[in-house]
Structure formats: structure tokens, C-alpha cells
């Protein structure tokens, strides 16, 4: 079964309102696609990427809820240390990332949560 994923991302640690400018599509290459858009009010931007890979739900959802493990799988992670649970799919984690010289190492700190809609269409 094919399981289309999208995934947000907001970069920083603030949550801005919902704007209204549209996505534009950044990358499209080895079957992942990349969207920006702008932020109102914000210097940041926010990117979606979206993939198909074969797999169920419940599968995605250990693999990216297993916090500890994120060094051995993603590129760059130093360490990832889960900060907490919410409630049932949804949690916060904290994260170091590997970057080249000459830019200091970054972190972030990144809230999840899972939600299922059949037939959604996010673009």
C-alpha cells in the first residue's frame, strides 16, 4: 500500500496565524516535492515536503515517534531527546543537528501530531 506523507515544518520555535500566501513549489527530485511559503509578519517561511513510499500508517508512526533512535536514520542528528507527550499522537522533542564549518551547530525543538484524513489534498 502506497501512503502519501506530507510533513510541516516551521522554522524557528514560534507558531505564527495561518496566512494566505501560497505554496510554491522549491524541489522536485528523486521523487520527494518541496514547498515554501511565506510567513506573514515573519522572516521565517514555512516548507512542506511531501513523498510517496510504500508502508502503512501505524508503521510511519513508530518510526517517527521513536525520538532516541533519530541519529541512526537521520542524516546530520546528533542527538534527539523526547520532552514530552501531550496526549496520544501528539509530542515534543528536542533536537541537535550536525552542521559544517564554518556555522555553529543548530537545535530545534519541534511539536508533532499525527492526524488522518482519507482523500485529503494538501496542495
Known sequence: MLIRIATFFLSGFFIFEHNQSEWKKELDKDGIIIHT??????????FLAETRMPGTIPAFKKV???VTNYPDWMPDCKSAELIGIAKQNEFTYYMELSVPFPIADRCTMQHVRFSETPGLNLL
Open 37 to 46: 511559503r511565506k510567513i506573514d509578519g515573519s522572516q521565517f517561511h514555512e
Open 64 to 66: 517517527l515517534s521513536d
